[in-house]
């Protein structure tokens, strides 16, 4: 469906808002790896069809959906690492003495 031409004109005619988010929605799929491999295929060429759309715009969306990626990694990181310890105080506290 993304890469019909019809939904290509629409991301065109609306530009400053759908592009980001149909390319940022095609990025965050393109990092989870598909069982299939047509479906994987398919993905990487309805990404290419809308790099070539706007070069410049792409590439923007690129680094900030990158950027974003790292914040996300950063911040469940951080979550795991407070459960931990969490964790660890319990199981100390919970100790007969």
Do not use: C
């Amino acid at each position: 469906m993304l890469n019909s031409d019809m939904m290509q004109k629409i991301v065109k005619a609306n530009m400053p808002r759908a592009y980001p988010i149909i390319v940022k929605g095609l990025l965050h799929g393109s990092q989870q790896q598909h069982w299939n491999q047509t479906v994987t295929t398919i993905t990487y060429s309805v990404i290419r069809s809308y790099m070539e759309m706007s070069r410049d715009q792409f590439e923007k969306l690129t680094v900030q959906a990158q950027q974003e990626q790292k914040q996300r990694l950063a911040k469940q990181k951080d979550i795991e690492s407070k459960w931990d310890s969490l964790n660890r105080k319990l199981r100390v506290e919970a100790k007969p003495s």
